[in-house]
């Protein structure tokens, strides 16, 4: 059984006082933005002397347990996947970042069939999904194998929706979509996911909800029988999250009460930090925080979901997003002068006392937001000379002598 893969908890380089030197970070603005104090970009990124990376250890490791487990379903090793995926699942055992092996371990097995899927090579993906059929009929007592087939049904049938992206669905593959939600639909509903204690299965049978007819009216009832198996993933809340936009089954109003009943649901475990998830995804979804979030609230839960994993990919997602916001209050001057005090306060905690290092894959908008990042809390000490370091927990000052 294949449970860490080769890299697992890999570390950074964290105990490198120096950005590695084959990143050179630079504005990605034709023209380098002024920042605070007339700071320029260009400027800020070359005083940073703290640990960089193109992409964070969390994001690496979750890849290789993807990557080795496809290795062992390339090579049929059915039997040792199963158990490997049986035992991640009802050990809640995690990753780096909070995110749940078993879910990877399952991507791992799909591996085939998403290849297929990005070729758009549609006879490859039957015959992926043949040999996933093949492991179900020959384990039809194991849920671990019925999850699997299950949500490469799924896969599949958000595939063949995506396909009328732009234009009106055909009728042929709006049915053929249909026809893969109702299969996965019918292997779900064999196992009971409380009965097996099983957080994936929930997940799995969770992901029916945009495809079935009742839909809306079990997403709640599905999402906290998921948060009953495992209130510590996140992955439940931002799923969740998305479905109660009002694209979906919600509205604002909506949107909040279940927020608000997230952090209900997981308090004893993440305090407010479902909060912040909920708020996180909608703004992944939509590129913007919706109107209704208490910013306030809002902050104190993105401390929370930091704190929940203590991880340098949960501390950049925040800086982040807390970078935009301040960018875009700043412009929107005096009436939002309030909001703006509260989310530098929030991003100055961030820097100063959560990250440590800067991971570029999860600064998805750019170079430019970083250095604005950095220039809002560090801009008076850069003015006077001084390097951007890693100190303590966070990242600090120094003037260095020459």
């Not at 780096?96 to 069939?113: H, K, T």
């Not at 639909?185 to 969770?206: G, K, N």
């Not at 906290?224 to 996140?234: F, T």
Request: net charge negative.
């Amino acid at each position: 059984m294949l449970v860490t893969p080769s890299l697992m908890h890999v570390k950074t380089r964290s105990g490198r006082g120096q950005q590695e030197d084959a990143i050179r970070l630079r504005p990605e603005a034709a023209v380098s933005p002024d920042l605070l104090d007339g700071l320029k970009a260009d400027q800020v990124l070359a005083r940073l002397d703290a640990p960089v990376l193109r992409v964070g250890p969390e994001r690496t490791e979750w890849q290789c347990v993807r990557d080795d487990h496809a290795a062992m379903a390339a090579a049929g090793e059915w039997s040792d996947l199963l158990e490997a995926l049986r035992f991640t699942d009802q050990e809640r055992t995690m990753a780096s970042g909070g995110r749940r092996v078993a879910p990877l371990i399952s991507d791992g097995m799909r591996a085939g069939l998403a290849h297929a899927i990005d070729r758009s090579d549609w006879d490859l993906a039957r015959r992926e999904l043949a040999v996933l059929e093949s492991v179900y009929d020959k384990n039809p007592e194991d849920y671990c194998a019925a999850q699997t087939l299950a949500q490469a049904h799924v896969d599949l049938a958000v595939a063949k929706r995506q396909q009328g992206v732009g234009a009106p669905l055909s009728q042929d593959l709006w049915a053929e979509s249909a026809a893969h939600y109702a299969a996965a639909e019918d292997l779900v509903t064999l196992f009971d996911p409380i009965e097996e204690m099983s957080p994936l299965l929930a997940a799995t049978r969770y992901a029916l909800v945009r495809g079935i007819e009742d839909g809306g009216a079990v997403c709640r009832e599905w999402y906290e029988d998921w948060c009953d198996l495992d209130p510590e993933d996140a992955a439940a809340h931002a799923a969740h999250a998305v479905n109660m936009l009002p694209a979906w089954f919600g509205s604002l109003a909506a949107f909040e009460r279940e927020a608000r009943r997230a952090v209900r649901l997981t308090n004893g475990v993440t305090a407010k930090a479902a909060y912040a998830v909920f708020h996180l995804a909608a703004a992944e979804t939509l590129g913007d925080l919706l109107p209704t979030v208490d910013y306030e609230y809002f902050f104190e839960a993105l401390g929370d979901y930091q704190s929940a994993t203590g991880c340098q990919y949960r501390a950049n997602q925040a800086a982040s997003l807390l970078a935009g916001l301040a960018m875009d209050l700043r412009k929107s001057g005096p009436a939002a002068a309030y909001q703006l005090t509260k989310t530098r306060a929030a991003l100055s905690d961030v820097l100063w006392n959560r990250m440590r290092e800067v991971h570029l894959d999860c600064w998805t908008r750019g170079n430019d937001r970083l250095a604005y990042a950095l220039a809002e809390v560090f801009g008076p000490a850069l003015k006077r000379g001084a390097r951007i370091v890693r100190r303590g927990d966070g990242l600090g000052t120094l003037v260095r002598r020459t």
